[in-house]
DNA sequence: GTCTATATTATGATAGAC
DNA sequence: GTCTATCATAATATAGAC
C-alpha cells in the first residue's frame, strides 16, 4: 500500500471528527440564534475558522442542520430509547425511558433543543422538493422513537402498571414536560452527573406520580 | 369641531383594529417560518398588502414581535392568570388555570407559540440596548405569570389537596406538559369549542393526575 | 483542508407619490 | 393609510490560491 493512500485512510478516520467538531459549533449557534439568524459565518466564527472550512465538511447550511437534527434523534433512541426492551413492568422501563430522556435533554442540550425546530420546519415548512425527502425520513425516525412511549403506555394499561389512558395523548402530555426540560434547563457551575440524576429522578417522580394529594 | 378632526378622531377607533390584523398575520407568519425566518414581505403578504402597510403601524420587525409577544401573554393572564384567586382547594384552583391555559395554547396558537421564541431571544439574544429594557419588561409579565402557578403549588402543599413538591420544579414541569400543546395541536376541521375543552379537560386530568395506576 | 476573494440575491428600512 | 420605488447591508454559496 502506498504512503499517501495510507494518508487518506488515516484521514478517513480523523475525518469524522474534524465533521463532528463543525456539527457541535452549529449545533450550538441554531440554539442560541435560532436556525436563519445563525450564518455560515456564526458557525465558522464558534470554530475559530472562516466559512471555508464549514463548506468543505457540509454542502449547504439546511444540509448542515439535518445533520444536527438527525445526531439529536439518534443520542434519544441509543440513550432512552433502548429501555423501551427491559425488564420489569411497564411503568418502570418508562420510568427509565423518562429518565434517560431527560438526562439527553440536559446533557446534550443544543442538538436537542434543535429537534423542535426541525419539527416545525417540517410541519409549516417551505423546503425545496430535494430537502423534503430527507426531512421525512428524520421525521418517521422521530416518530419511531415516539412510538416507544405510546407502546410503553399501552403495556402499562395491559399490565396493570398504569392506568389505561389514550396513549397517544398520554405520549403527548408526558413528552411535553420532559422536553420542556431543554428549554429551561442551565447547568450550573461545578455541576456534576450525579446532581443532574438526583434532579431527573425528581422530575420523573412528579410528572410519573402527579401533583394531586 | 371641523369634520376633519371628527374623521381623524374616527381613524383613531379604527385603528386599533388595523393594527390587530397585522398582529395576528405577524403572528402566524412568525409561528410558520420563525422569527428571522420571516420577512416583512411576508407578513404584508400574509395581509395581501405590502411593507408600507406594515412599517405604517409597527416602527421595526423587532417592535411587531415584541408586540406579539406581549399580546401573548396578556391573554394567559386574562384568561388563566385570574383563576389564581378562586373558589376550592388549590387543586381545584389549579385545574382552572391548567384547562384555561390549555385552550389558549389550541385558541391563540400562533401566538403563544411566539411566546417561547421570545424567552430564547432575550436569553441567548444580542439585541440593542434599546430593546433589551423592553424585553425585560416582558420577561417579567411572564415571570409573575408563572408565579401564579408557583403560588398555588405551594398552597396545594399547605391546603393537603396536592403534594408537598418543590413548587418551582413542579411549575415547570406543568407548564411544560400544557404548553407543548401549542406544538402538537391542529385544529381538525369542523372542531367545535366544546370538542377543545373535552380534549382540555382530558390532559388536565392526566397530568395533574399523573400515568401511575 | 482551510483560506481569501467575489457573485448573487434577499432583506430591513426609508422617501415620496397618491 | 397604503403603495411604489430605492438604498444599504448582509448572507449563501462558489472559485481558486495556498
Same mark, same amino acid.
Given at each position: 500500500?502506498?504512503?499517501?493512500?495510507?494518508?487518506?485512510?488515516?484521514?478517513?478516520?480523523?475525518?469524522?471528527?474534524?465533521?463532528?467538531?463543525?456539527?457541535?459549533?452549529?449545533? #450550538?449557534?441554531?440554539?442560541?440564534?435560532?436556525?436563519?439568524?445563525?450564518?455560515?459565518?456564526?458557525?465558522?466564527?464558534?470554530?475559530?475558522?472562516?466559512?471555508?472550512?464549514?463548506?468543505?465538511?457540509?454542502?449547504?447550511?439546511?444540509?448542515?442542520?439535518? @445533520?444536527?437534527?438527525?445526531?439529536?434523534?439518534?443520542?434519544?433512541?441509543? #440513550?432512552?430509547?433502548?429501555? @423501551?426492551?427491559?425488564?420489569?413492568?411497564?411503568?418502570?422501563?418508562?420510568?427509565?425511558?423518562?429518565?434517560?430522556?431527560?438526562?439527553?435533554?440536559? @446533557?446534550? /442540550?443544543?442538538?436537542?433543543?434543535?429537534?423542535?425546530?426541525?419539527?416545525?420546519?417540517?410541519?409549516?415548512? #417551505?423546503?425545496?422538493? #430535494?430537502?423534503?425527502?430527507?426531512?421525512?425520513?428524520?421525521?418517521?425516525?422521530?416518530?419511531?422513537?415516539?412510538?416507544?412511549?405510546?407502546?410503553?403506555?399501552?403495556?402499562?394499561?395491559?399490565?396493570?402498571?398504569?392506568?389505561?389512558?389514550?396513549?397517544?395523548?398520554?405520549?403527548?402530555?408526558?413528552?411535553?414536560?420532559?422536553?420542556?426540560?431543554?428549554?429551561?434547563?442551565?447547568?450550573?457551575?461545578?455541576?456534576?452527573?450525579?446532581?443532574? @440524576?438526583?434532579?431527573?429522578?425528581?422530575?420523573?417522580? /412528579?410528572?410519573?406520580?402527579?401533583?394531586?394529594?
Amino acid at each position: 500500500m502506498p504512503a499517501d493512500m495510507q494518508a487518506t485512510a488515516a484521514n478517513d478516520l480523523i475525518s469524522p471528527d474534524r465533521r463532528e467538531e463543525v456539527l457541535a459549533a452549529a449545533a #450550538e449557534c441554531f440554539m442560541r440564534r435560532g436556525y436563519e439568524a445563525t450564518s455560515m459565518d456564526d458557525v465558522a466564527d464558534a470554530l475559530g475558522a472562516t466559512k471555508g472550512r464549514v463548506y468543505h465538511h457540509f454542502r449547504s447550511k439546511p444540509e448542515l442542520f439535518f @445533520e444536527v437534527f438527525r445526531r439529536a434523534i439518534f443520542i434519544l433512541i441509543r #440513550e432512552a430509547g433502548v429501555h @423501551e426492551t427491559g425488564p420489569g413492568h411497564a411503568a418502570d422501563r418508562l420510568r427509565r425511558m423518562a429518565r434517560a430522556h431527560i438526562l439527553c435533554m440536559m @446533557e446534550t /442540550q443544543a442538538f436537542q433543543r434543535n429537534l423542535t425546530l426541525g419539527v416545525d420546519l417540517y410541519r409549516f415548512g #417551505e423546503t425545496s422538493e #430535494e430537502h423534503k425527502a430527507t426531512l421525512e425520513d428524520l421525521m418517521n425516525l422521530r416518530r419511531g422513537y415516539e412510538d416507544a412511549f405510546r407502546r410503553t403506555f399501552a403495556a402499562g394499561a395491559a399490565d396493570g402498571s398504569m392506568k389505561a389512558l389514550d396513549p397517544s395523548l398520554a405520549m403527548r402530555t408526558l413528552l411535553g414536560a420532559i422536553n420542556w426540560v431543554a428549554v429551561w434547563y442551565s447547568p450550573r457551575a461545578g455541576e456534576t452527573r450525579a446532581h443532574r @440524576e438526583k434532579l431527573a429522578e425528581e422530575i420523573v417522580a /412528579q410528572v410519573l406520580g402527579g401533583y394531586l394529594a
